[in-house]
T-cell receptor
């Protein structure tokens, strides 16, 4: 196990609703990245947080937003849910500024939008 | 911009046979290269990474990969596969050695036949 935990593991939401996903990063890591993995596809980078500020964003609309807290845990918020938002959402933690490290992934949250 | 192409969406092989999963990348800057494995209903686990140095990289579970800069390839190999290797494999690149912003390929599903 990596030490990165995500909650909840599964949830079902209705189109138009809002959702918050949570990620607890590995001890000692100061960076959290979020990814969306649609069925049968590779993960797509959503955004990254470093020291509580957004530090890079992929091609996702503003209704995808996030937070990072002083303990480096993080939230992903998605507003106005659409059916295409159904996916596995993965978070990964890493330590910025140190070379030869790896990103550790959580087990993911499976979001289904109906 | 970076991109990753995994040339095979599915690779069926017999148990104890060798396997090669192909990966090509494109980038205008130096990149770091990774292979991740995803078992059913789980997150991503790092198999191996190339940051610098020797172009032949050895990873966990008997896998290895060779970085070829002239061909912009990073193919994954294993001399003898086991049923337990059945999974989805993702090739990935990052401009960041801590792999905090990762661009993934679309994945290759490795299925092992007894």
């Amino acid at each position: 196990e990596t030490g990165v935990t995500q909650s909840p593991t599964h949830l079902i939401k209705t189109r138009g609703q809002q959702v918050t996903l949570r990620c607890s990063s590995q001890s000692g890591h100061n960076t959290v990245s979020w990814y969306q993995q649609a069925l049968g596809q590779g993960p797509q980078f959503i955004f990254q947080y470093y020291r509580e500020e957004e530090n890079g964003r992929g091609n996702f609309p503003p209704r995808f937003s996030g937070l990072q807290f002083p303990n480096y845990s993080s939230e992903l918020n998605v507003n106005a849910l659409e059916l295409d938002d159904s996916a596995l959402y993965l978070c990964a933690s890493s330590l910025a500024g140190v070379s030869a490290t790896e990103a550790f992934f959580g087990q993911g949250t499976r979001l289904t939008v109906v | 911009a970076q991109s990753v192409t995994q040339l095979d969406s599915q690779v069926p092989v017999f148990e104890e046979a060798p396997v090669e999963l192909r990966c090509n990348y494109s980038s205008s800057v130096s990149v770091y290269l990774f292979w991740y494995v995803q078992y059913p209903n789980q997150g991503l686990q790092l198999l191996l990474k190339y940051l610098s140095g020797s172009t032949l990289v050895k990873g966990i579970n008997g896998f290895e990969a060779e970085f070829n800069k002239s061909q912009t390839s990073f193919h994954l190999r294993k001399p003898s596969v086991h049923i337990s290797d059945t999974a989805e494999y993702f090739c990935a690149v990052s401009e960041d050695s801590s792999a905090s912003k990762i661009i993934f390929g679309s994945g290759t599903r490795l299925s092992i036949r007894p």
